[in-house]
C-alpha cells in the first residue's frame, strides 16, 4: 500500500488567499485525522472522520477551517481567507478501526506557509 | 481533558548507549501509542501500547494503566534513531482522539 497521500508537500500563499490541501487515506481505513504542527502548540487534532462523517471538529481553530470528506478515499482541509498564524505543518492520517486499537498512520505532510 | 508529559524534554547520547524516555498521562486511557518523527518531518508509529509490554528489535515499550505511564526504551542507540519521540493517548469514551505530548527530542551523535 502507498500509505496516506498527501498534497501538496508545500503551499507558499499570501495573506487573504484560499488554501486547499488534500489528502488519500490508506485503502480500507474506517478513520481520517487531520492534524496541524507547530513549534508553540506541538501537534493538534483539528478533526477527524469516521466513515466520512465528521466525528469532532471542536480542534478546529475558527471558521475560516472547513473539512470534507466527499468519499472514502479522498479528505480535502480549507481554510478560508489565509491568514499567517495559519503557517504550520498539517498531517493527515487514517487508522482502521480505532475501537479495536489500531495503529495511526500519517501522511508526509504539507508545509504552509502564509505570507 | 488529559494531559500528556513527556520527558525528558532533550536528550543527547553516545552512539550505543542506552535510553528511556517516559510519557506520563493525568487519566485512563484505552489507547496510547509512540512515534517518532523523523529529522524529515515523516512521524512513524512504532507502538499501539494502552498496557503491558512489546518489543521490536532495539525498542520496546511498556505501559503501566494503574500508575498512568508508559516508558520507551532504546537499546544499543543508532544516528538514525535521532529525532523526536511523541506519545499519544485516547481516553475512555473517545473512539478516535489522540492527544499527543510535546515530544522528546533526541540527538545520537556518531
Known amino acids: 500500500d502507498a500509505g496516506v497521500i498527501q498534497s501538496p508537500r508545500h503551499e507558499v500563499t499570501e495573506m487573504g488567499q484560499e488554501v486547499t490541501l488534500r489528502c488519500k487515506p490508506i485503502?480500507?481505513?474506517?478513520?481520517l485525522f487531520w492534524y496541524r504542527q507547530t513549534m508553540m502548540r506541538g501537534l493538534e487534532l483539528l478533526i477527524y472522520?469516521?466513515?466520512?462523517?465528521?466525528?469532532?471538529d471542536s480542534g478546529m481553530p475558527e471558521d475560516r477551517f472547513s473539512a470534507k470528506m466527499p468519499n472514502a478515499s479522498f479528505s480535502t482541509l480549507k481554510i478560508q481567507p489565509s491568514e499567517p498564524r495559519d503557517s504550520a505543518v498539517y498531517f493527515c492520517?487514517?487508522?482502521?478501526?480505532?475501537?479495536?486499537?489500531?495503529?495511526?498512520?500519517f501522511g508526509s505532510g504539507t508545509q504552509l506557509s502564509v505570507l | 481533558g488529559i494531559q500528556v508529559e513527556q520527558s525528558p524534554p532533550d536528550l543527547i547520547l553516545q552512539e550505543g548507549a542506552n535510553s528511556t524516555l517516559r510519557c506520563n498521562f493525568s487519566d485512563s486511557v484505552n489507547n496510547l501509542q509512540w512515534f517518532h518523527q523523523n529529522p524529515w518531518g515523516q512521524l512513524i508509529n512504532l507502538f499501539y501500547i494502552p498496557s503491558g509490554t512489546k518489543q521490536n528489535g532495539r525498542l520496546s515499550a511498556t505501559t503501566v494503566a494503574t500508575e498512568r505511564y508508559s516508558l520507551l526504551y532504546i537499546s544499543s542507540s543508532q544516528t538514525t534513531d535521532s529525532g523526536v519521540y511523541f506519545c499519544a493517548v485516547g481516553g475512555s469514551g473517545n473512539t478516535g482522539k489522540l492527544i499527543f505530548g510535546q515530544g522528546t527530542t533526541l540527538q545520537v551523535k556518531p
Open positions: 472522520f469516521n466513515n466520512n462523517v465528521p466525528i469532532d
Open positions: 492520517a487514517s487508522s482502521p478501526f480505532q475501537g479495536a486499537g489500531e495503529k495511526l498512520f
Open positions: 485503502s480500507g481505513h474506517d478513520y
